[in-house]
Structure formats: C-alpha cells, structure tokens
T-cell receptor, first 113, second 114 residues
Framework: RKEVEQDPGPFNVPEGATVAFNCTYS??????FFWYRQDCRKEPKLLMS???SGNEDGRFTAQLNRASQYISLLIRDSKLSDSATYLC??????????????FGTGTLLAVQP | NAGVTQTPKFRVLKTGQSMTLLCAQD?????MYWYRQDPGMGLRLIHY???????AKGEVPDGYNVSRLKKQNFLLGLESAAPSQTSVYFC?????????????FGPGTRLTVT
C-alpha cells in the first residue's frame, strides 16, 4: 500500500464548478499535511497547509480527518487557471532528524471553458 | 530574492558519464533536499541535509552522492549515470514554521541518460 494515495484523475470540470480531491495516508504518526500544486513541467508549489480544525483560503478549503487518515481539498468556482496537478503531502516530522515529506502521485485537474 | 535555483535546467548524458547538479538557495534555510520525479511515482527523496556539513540518505539514494559544504548550496552527483536515472530532479529547501517544515522547490533539472 502506498503511504499517500490519491485518485490520479483526470478530473475534467467546467468553469465555475466545485471539485473535491481526496487523499488517504497510511502512517498514523504523520504530523503535518499539505496540498501542493504543480503546473505542467514546473516545480511543486505550496498551495496550503491542512490544519486539524480545517482551513480555508479564498476558494480553497482543506479538511483533515486524523481518525480516518483522510485529507481533502475543495475548490469552489473553478477557474481555468486552476488546471494543474494537486499533490497531497504528508510530513513525518521526527524531531528534526528525519523530517520527511511523503508525496502522493497527484490528481490532475483540467478546467474546461 | 531568487529563492531556490538549480543548474543546469537540462542535460543529456551517455551511460557511464558523471555530472553534478547544483542547487542554491538564498533564504537562509537550514534544510535542503534532492528529489526525483518520475511518471506515476510521485516525488521521491534521494538525499537531504539538515545543515551545513551534514547529509543523510533518503528513500532512493543508490547511485547518487551529495555534499553541503556551504549552507546555501547542495550538490547532487551522479558518478556513473545509468538510463534508470533519467528523470526530473528537484531541489528544495525549508525552515521551521509552526511546527512543520514547508518546502520551497527549485525549477527542476531534466536529465536524460542514453
């Protein structure tokens, strides 16, 4: 079983749609959680951190369920510019000695005009 | 503030050749990392460094060596390139923020080994 699993997609949605991505992680010791965005042939960039209470940044909402080891990202009112691959990322922070980010393989979103 | 930079951006090697990839960051970050990204595999950690003069192995270290002689630079070496090392290589750096380490990535190096 992969440490971080995501639906690879692609998700093809019209502009203005609401789309949700899900992610599960296998290591219950995971400490921190992130969503990164990666445009085609570019580097990953941090989209948002995911906090236990859930958090929102504009059109983006992230949720964490530690009991189910599940993370989600909701994008409302999709824009063409949201088209990218969204990476679910988990941090196995261990006092600094073995800080590791574990990346999912990503979910591809294509927003259609 | 250039962030994280990588050189070169592209490279083609023949099997058995060697090369060094350079990563530089100007954010005074303690941690630096080298990843490779292959289709369907996600990013995989090759080596990382928690400070100047220290390095450690990641998930896929075989065939690679690293050095961190200066805080701002992290070098990745391939001593004898193999076709299996064809990949996109990303460098990243990070600092401690709110108990977690957010990572900032360079633009990547596309390496082809023939």
């Amino acid at each position: 079983r992969k440490e971080v699993e995501q639906d690879p997609g692609p998700f093809n949605v019209p502009e203005g749609a609401t789309v949700a991505f899900n992610c599960t992680y296998s290591n219950s010791a995971s400490q921190s959680f992130f969503w990164y965005r990666q445009d085609c042939r570019k580097e990953p960039k941090l989209l948002m951190s995911v906090y236990s209470s859930g958090n929102e940044d504009g059109r983006f909402t992230a949720q964490l369920n530690r009991a189910s080891q599940y993370i989600s990202l909701l994008i409302r009112d999709s824009k063409l510019s949201d088209s990218a691959t969204y990476l679910c990322v988990v941090n196995l922070f261990n006092g600094g000695a073995t800080n590791k980010l574990i990346f999912g393989t990503g979910t591809l979103l294509a927003v259609q005009p | 503030n250039a962030g994280v930079t990588q050189t070169p951006k592209f490279r083609v090697l023949k099997t058995g050749q060697s090369m060094t990839l350079l990563c530089a960051q100007d954010m005074n970050h303690e941690y630096m990392y080298w990843y490779r990204q292959d289709p369907g595999m996600g990013l995989r950690l090759i080596h990382y460094s928690v400070g100047e003069g220290t390095t450690a192995k990641g998930e896929v270290p075989d065939g690679y060596n690293v050095s961190r002689l200066k805080k701002q630079n992290f070098l990745l070496g391939l001593e004898s390139a193999a076709p299996s090392q064809t990949s996109v290589y990303f460098c990243a750096s990070s600092y401690l923020k709110r108990g977690s380490y957010e990572q900032y990535f360079g633009p990547g190096t596309r390496l082809t080994v023939t």
